[in-house]
């Protein structure tokens, strides 16, 4: 099972300590601009958000000056002191800060975060930042069935699936009938989940984020975190600007260039 954010070490610390960057967007030979319309590409595709070139990136970012110099710039700062906390390593919750401002007063007031609740299945503890991550690859490089996934449960973590969901589909029941559960079970995990949304995977999901009703050996209800499934790692980057963003990155530093392939079910 995931950690949650205070249990595992930053991203890339070497490459973030010590880096002192002026972004300089009339400059097109800093690579600046190129960074920031690949990462807000990125984000764009999460969101199903329109992408944009690389000379329609330059003109928006030139024309946020203005909001610069009043609250968001007090806003990226007051998040710049929390991402040093978490780039130094620091894991105590109550070294970190929620901050709130009115710069109309002007107004500072900082609190400490409160813990994510936490709750507790065959002896493990978890909260909502915790995830059952299973890799939906096995060992001989065939996606696993729906048959496979409710074995990995009851063996490794040993619980009993009741259903299974994703998002507003229900992919599997106990009362389903025997026919379509029969069919089901046969299938890949991806092809689960086409055949029920009736829509594709797009192309840059990286897993398939699932919800779990089970049992314990008892047989009672137990709460258990969202399952996180992963595809398969292929070489090709799609759309064009994530392969740029992983260029840009192995030019900043060839130490971190070993980044990890998109992941997708096909």
């Known amino acids: 099972m995931t950690k949650g954010p205070w249990d595992v070490a930053p991203p890339f610390p070497t490459l973030l300590s010590g880096m002192h960057v002026l972004v300089t967007e009339d400059d097109d030979t800093n690579l600046h601009m190129d960074f920031i319309c690949a990462t ?11 992408p944009a070139d690389k000379h329609k990136t330059k003109g ?15 806003v990226a700062g007051l998040v710049c002191l929390e991402l040093f906390k978490m780039v130094n390593g ?37 909260s909502l930042w915790d995830r059952i991550d299973v890799n939906g690859i096995q ?23 009741t259903m299974l969901s994703q998002g507003v589909c ?7 009938q025997a026919a379509k559960l029969k069919e089901r079970k046969a299938l890949k995990m991806s092809e689960v ?6 829509k594709k995977i797009p192309k840059h999901v990286r897993h398939l984020v699932l919800e779990i009703c089970c049992n314990d050996p008892e047989g009672e209800d137990v709460e258990v975190p969202y399952v996180r499934v992963r595809g398969k790692t292929t070489c090709g980057f799609d759309p064009p600007y994530i392969q740029k963003y992983v260029e840009i990155s192995s ?16």
């Open 90 to 126: 620091n894991k105590k919750l109550e070294s970190y800060k929620n901050g709130f401002i009115n710069l109309a007063l002007p107004f500072y007031g900082f609190s400490e975060p409160i813990a994510a609740p936490t709750q507790e299945y065959n002896g493990i503890k978890f």
């Open 251 to 266: 030019l900043i530093d060839s130490k971190s260039s070993n980044l990890d392939g998109i992941v997708t079910f096909e």
């Open 60 to 74: 928006i970012a030139g024309k946020i000056i203005p909001a610069i110099a009043t609250t968001t710039s007090a």
């Open 139 to 161: 060992q001989n490089g065939v996606e696993m069935t729906l048959q496979e996934f409710l074995d990995y449960f009851q063996k490794e973590l040993n619980l009993e699936i």
């Open 170 to 176: 229900m992919l599997y029941s106990f009362f389903m």
């Open 40 to 50: 807000s590409n990125l984000r764009a595709e999460n969101y199903e958000i329109p």
């Open 193 to 198: 989940v086409t055949k029920v949304s009736k």
